[in-house]
């Protein structure tokens, strides 16, 4: 596509919520997927992310728009599977693996009950930013400030519990709650980008900016700031790239993302070698 081309492209209300939900997602996932690279909650995402197949069949069943049964769905989703880590004697990655596992032959099974076209339950799979509407914009919107107004308030709890959960219950931190809110957090967060990236995708979402500002800060303030700033921009990096290309959205997005990260770790090794 022409740069004409394209310019003429952002002229349109579509391309422009595109652009802004980019931004507030990559923003958010930058936000929220700080926590979860330093938690090392990135598989905790990824099960709540692949068990959304379930929400998503039951809303194309049941008609309804797939976004309105995919929150409330991974909502109880990550908040059962916590549940179980809780009050189970198993290693928290078996319990995912069995949660991820039976959600998503139950999310399967409800597909094949689908009759006919597809394209609704193939567009929230695999990701189409192009496709967000007003209420995906107000949703994304509200959450974010949600999430920052919480995240920020509670800063020095969040990183005593990101740090040593034990020293943070010393300290008088209500850990059970805090780990309840921000998995609450995480789960309407992945649900809300979804829509964008998809379901294979919305995982390195979350994680590959945060990975990334990691090698490039290893202060909190600036490492959560810098993990924003590549979220944002990487999702407009994206667009930009799927619409000179006509690449599809959600993984043009990612591809940037895993652009960046191998650009500053090579750009990291090549400077530590010199420093030698």
Not at 40 to 67: E, K, R, Y
Not at 99 to 126: E, H
Request: net charge positive; hydrophobic share 60%.
């Amino acid at each position: 596509m022409p740069t004409t081309d394209l310019l003429s492209l952002l002229q349109f209300p579509f391309m422009q919520r595109a652009i802004a939900a980019g931004i507030l997602l990559g923003v958010l996932c930058g936000l929220l997927g700080s926590f979860v690279t330093l938690r090392q909650l990135s598989f905790f995402s990824h099960a709540v992310g692949h068990a959304a197949l379930v929400g998503i069949a039951m809303g194309v069943l049941l008609q309804l728009d797939p976004t309105w049964m995919l929150l409330p769905f991974t909502l109880l989703f990550g908040i059962a599977v916590l549940y179980l880590i809780d009050h189970t004697d198993l290693w928290s990655d078996s319990i995912l693996n069995i949660a991820l596992s039976g959600a998503l032959a139950i999310g399967v099974i409800l597909t094949s009950f689908i009759k006919g076209y597809r394209g609704s339950l193939m567009g929230v799979l695999f990701g189409d930013i192009l496709a967000v509407n007003p209420t995906d914009l107000w949703l994304t919107s509200l959450l974010l400030f949600a999430s920052g107004a919480i995240l920020f308030t509670t800063l020095r709890q969040q990183i005593l519990l990101t740090l040593n959960q034990a020293v943070a219950k010393v300290q008088g931190v209500s850990v059970e709650f805090h780990r309840y809110l921000f998995v609450v957090l995480l789960s309407l967060t992945v649900a809300v980008s979804i829509k964008a990236v998809g379901i294979l995708l919305v995982n390195a979402f979350l994680v590959i900016p945060a990975a990334t500002a990691k090698l490039m800060s290893q202060q909190f303030s600036p490492y959560l700031i810098i993990s924003m700033i590549l979220g944002a921009v990487s999702s407009i990096a994206g667009m930009l790239l799927s619409g000179l290309m006509n690449f599809p959205s959600g993984p043009s997005i990612v591809l940037v993302q895993f652009a960046c990260f191998l650009l500053v770790f090579g750009a990291g090794k090549l400077l530590g070698t010199r420093t030698k």
